[in-house]
């Protein structure tokens, strides 16, 4: 007779594997979930969430995905009996091992998913009267085009769209008859991949900055792989890896921080997966966390998530085993490190904000203190977002000063100079005044943002064509300057490819519109988009 705790694991397994997600058991001892607390007496020099290599015999199991690829469906449709096989065999092998835990919410998750699982072996076993109706779906590609028909009872629906053509030998990149180039410091310059882009249609993924012919030299990637994206992770992995390697780039990875340390550390599993995929030589650097100072803002966060991140040290913690994980990848040990923070972090008293649900500066000088020169600071700043500019005196809505100053890239704009102020409170951290110095993100979305709640939002011309491509050739043309008397920055990204969604709403960023889309956003004649 099976125990709670093993059927448990075994209905997560099973999901696990018709799911095609590698395995992370939950809940082990000294393990963080959202509603766990982190002793404020461990400090921030404690190192229990370190990796550490298992006893044997002490039931914690690792398992890594070889890339098998999952059996073809039997004739007929619905689930194949090689499936079945595996879910029974597995369910059962894991049931008797015994000893895995998993957290309710997950086996919530897990036990509905096998409960689909079965549903769909009782379809496809379930015999079809005459007449019933049926549906079938046919989808064929061609370099130009995708034809989908789908056909229900008596009804013929045929939907065709551009599919982008792709040189296998060169790669993707869309096309326009607006110049924008050259790219100035185009080595130091790179663009960010949005979710869009990257699990939709990585072979899709722009060779060339859009509107110029000099390639794209680098890459910001927020994560690895999400696992509820629809997509074949090897396959999306593959193409990525083909991209990085024609362009000879490098690729600054992101790893999540948040308040469920299970999904901290699954996320983390994927990065380490993909860094060794794509090597060494074009990895750039290792971004642990992204605006970890709004995370207090979030709706739905816990009080004992914020209390944790930094009075708890789980932030500081969580840098310092990554950095561990690191050392035990041959040819990492040394890659730089940092944190996407962004304006918030200068509120409050000079030099950055240092309170109980964001404690930036005590953060910003124990990362300093233990690793020097190899921690990069790293901050995204959008004008198009800033509250500070507002309208035009008059009752007509204009913004003609403020788009003066939040689109143009000299030492007087808001972009300089908001540069120049974190450089200077760098210094005065670290005391040196050229410490590594990366422009996480900035952009210009056209049409306007969902997420825009500034007064700019009833400004018709502050979110146009006009406007988007005047901010991106500022910032192709730009040389990476902030002041006459402060350090240049080292490296800054564009965001980003392609349109995409920020928590539920819209945003246009993207300098190509969507996956279907042949040319770049930005046009010299306006054009019909498909």
Known sequence: ILGSKQLEGAVLLAAMVAEDRPLIPADRQGSRSEDSEVSPEQGPESTRNAPSTPAAGSGTVEWQQTGSSAPAAAEGGGIPSALKTTVLVVSVLTAFAGGVVFSPNVVTKATDLYSQITSAISDSQ???????????????????????????GDTTTMTTRTQPFV????GYSCKSDLHLGPVVKSSQKGL????????????????????????VKSLRLFKAWDYRWK?????????????????????????????NETDDDHDWMYVKQLMAYIGREHVMGLAIGNEIELLHMLPNISKKCVRSMFVGGYF????????????QLPGFSDLTLTSVMGGYALAGTPPFLNTKEAGILSFIQAVTRRFGRRWAFTWNVYPYFDPRIGLDEGTFHTCNKAMMSAINFAPVSLLPMQLAEFRRR?????????????????????????????VMNTCKAFSTEEAMSLYYQGFLSWDL???????????????????????DERESFGLVGSCTHVKCKLQEEPIRRI
């Not at 869009?196 to 072979?203: A, N």
């Not at 005391?431 to 056209?446: A, F, H, K, P, V």
């Not at 300057?481 to 928590?503: E, G, K, L, S």
Request: charged fraction near 25%.
């Open 126 to 152: 379930r015999p079809t009267g005459p007449g019933a109706p049926r549906t079938t779906f046919t989808t064929t590609f061609t370099t130009t085009s995708v034809t989908q028909t789908s056909t229900l």
């Open 167 to 170: 040189d296998p030998d060169k």
């Open 192 to 215: 960010a991949l949005d979710d869009t882009t990257f699990s939709e249609c990585p072979s899709l993924a722009t060779v060339d900055w859009p509107n110029t012919d000099m390639k």
């Open 231 to 259: 997509a074949d992770r090897e396959k999306v992995w593959q193409e990525l890896r083909d991209y990085v390697w024609r362009n000879n780039a490098k690729v600054l990875f992101g790893t999540q921080i948040g308040c």
């Open 316 to 327: 500081f913690n969580k840098v310092i085993a990554r950095s561990n994980d690191l050392d």
């Open 426 to 454: 760098m210094k005065t951290v670290t005391g040196r005044d050229d410490d590594i110095m990366w422009l996480g993100e900035t952009g210009w979305s056209w049409p306007q943002a969902g997420t825009l709640n500034t």
């Open 481 to 503: 300057h902030v002041a006459a008397d402060q350090h240049p920055i080292d490296h800054a990204f564009y965001f980003t490819m392609r349109d995409a969604i920020n928590v």
